[in-house]
């Protein structure tokens, strides 16, 4: 798939480049961070409940985990994880 860009302002396709490439690779960091973090969250929980976090998220999204704060954390790490594994996914196919 191509993409085009449209530049509104005197700057070159090279500063351009140079600008969203930048930006692309803080967002990566920013992705890796995000799921380290969501990881460890989603690996502790694991352990602690013994189950895995798609079993989680099944049982949870069906009712059939009770209202436990931990349940709410768990969610929230696990689709947070999801989230930023796709955006990673997105970033890593970029090539400019």
Known sequence: ????????GDFTPQEVSEVIRAALEQN???AKYKIK??????????????MDSDTFMEKFDSGELGDDDDF???????????????KLKII????I
């Open 28 to 30: 990566e960091r920013v």
């Open 92 to 95: 890593s196919t970029i090539n």
């Open 37 to 50: 973090k969501y990881s460890d969250i989603c690996e502790n929980l694991e352990k602690k409940y013994e």
């Open 1 to 8: 798939m191509t993409l085009t860009v449209g530049i509104k």
């Open 72 to 86: 709410f954390d768990w969610y929230a790490a696990k689709r947070g994880l999801d989230i930023w594994s796709k």
